[in-house]
């Protein structure tokens, strides 16, 4: 569930903004557009605050804005708002807009600069879970954002975005984003670690990311068609899923649940794990992925660890496929593992592909897949019909 969430979290799906009747927005309504994006953003665990509003006409700039998370209060760049008008269902803003900004805790720190959102819908509290129970936008671009740890660099991204395209009456909203590329040091590693990572001629990680899925409503099917982090010389990972009963009831009991545990963190664990464990049935199981494309990755850890063994790197790979039988005999499923050891051996034999799907005959309610990995976990794989797949 935390995948989904900050799924949708990041990309705050947006629909039907086309047929919304807009008004001309007074200062009155500005400033309750402004309260509305306060209350929204404490329901997603954020205290939105700010020192002052310049009004003018339809726009306003925010200065002195601060956002407290878990009661930490960071102060970020101003904010300006241009086009607020009132909606059908609450308040759109045309743009919004943010210089550059950092946050800091515990040792590490998170900078941001050229943030900007367009289509942006504050939906009032009789319609807010109609859409998800988000902040709306059908655009949003980030410049830049680098993560650092004791003053060090680790992680940065540029160009990041995403854009939602509004389904018609009943469909889905659909979702497309990425960011141009990205830049792990690796200077975080442990000194063996490290020394690894350049054996196997990575000094840093560079790459770039892509994101497409769409999400509807009516019955809360999820799918995140595609969600691929490709690493320059080495592959791209991807990962899919199907999900359904994701729906703006279920989200509204997640919320009130949430707000229940924040509010009582020291309450009975035990009633809390069954009101999630009922929510969880409100869900179901359709399909995921797991994926690997190797862009020369597979064939320098092969290298690497014939080096360290003394061995060619096709004598590691017999070697790999000889011991597989017996380690996956623990799964109790002899048909899976002939399979996954027929599928692992092609691989190793010409690199360029490896799938691991779930793809279960009919929607696998989430309350079944907990059962049955408390009562049968040798089972799940059966259940969820887990296939491995090469080179297709």
Avoid: C
């Avoid at 995948?3 to 903004?17: D, V």
């Avoid at 830049?144 to 060090?152: D, L």
Wanted: hydrophobic share 45%.
């Amino acid at each position: 569930m935390s995948i989904i969430h900050k799924q949708l979290r990041a990309l705050a799906l947006s629909t039907l903004f086309g047929g919304l009747a807009v008004t001309g927005a007074s200062a009155q309504a500005v400033e309750e557009a402004l309260d509305r994006l306060k209350a929204l953003s404490a329901d997603q665990g954020v205290t939105l605050d700010w020192a002052s509003a310049d009004i003018s006409g339809d726009d306003a700039v925010l200065s002195g804005v601060t956002v407290t998370v878990d009661g930490k209060s960071t102060p970020i760049s101003d904010i300006t708002l241009s086009g607020i008008s009132e909606v059908d269902t609450g308040y759109r803003i045309e743009r919004l807009e943010a210089d550059e900004y950092s946050m800091s805790n515990d040792g590490g720190s998170v900078a941001v600069e050229g943030v900007e959102m367009t289509g942006l819908l504050l939906p009032s509290e009789e319609d807010r879970d109609a859409y998800g129970g988000f902040l709306f936008y059908e655009t949003i671009a980030v410049a830049s954002m680098s993560v650092a740890a004791q003053g060090n660099e680790i992680f940065s991204l540029t160009d990041l975005q995403a854009e939602v395209t509004a389904g018609e009456a009943g469909e889905p909203m659909s979702f497309t984003g990425g960011a141009d590329g990205f830049t792990v040091n690796l200077s975080f590693l442990e000194p063996q670690q490290r020394a690894i990572m350049q054996a196997l001629g990575y000094e840093e990680l560079q790459g770039y990311l892509e994101m497409e899925g769409s999400w509807r409503p009516t019955d809360g099917r999820i799918e995140l068609s595609q969600y691929d982090v490709t690493v320059d010389g080495a592959g791209t990972f991807g990962l899919s899923f199907d999900l359904a009963g994701y729906t703006p009831d279920f989200i509204a009991s997640l919320r009130e649940l949430q707000q229940q545990t924040l509010a009582n963190p020291d309450g009975d664990k035990s009633a809390q794990g069954m009101a999630m464990l009922g929510l969880a049935q409100q869900l179901s199981f359709n399909r995921a992925e797991i994926a690997f494309d190797d862009d020369s990755l597979t064939g320098k850890v092969l290298d690497f660890v014939a080096a360290q063994q003394n061995m060619s790197a096709s004598d590691v790979a017999n070697q790999a496929k000889a011991i597989l039988p017996f380690v996956l005999a623990q799964l109790g499923d002899p048909d899976l593992t002939a399979k996954i050891t027929q599928a692992v051996s092609a691989f190793l034999d010409d690199p360029q592909s490896l799938r691991i799907t779930a793809a279960p005959p009919a929607p696998v309610p989430f309350a079944l897949i907990a059962a049955g990995a408390m009562s049968a976990p040798k089972e799940l794989t059966k259940t969820l019909g887990v296939t491995v797949t090469a080179n297709d």
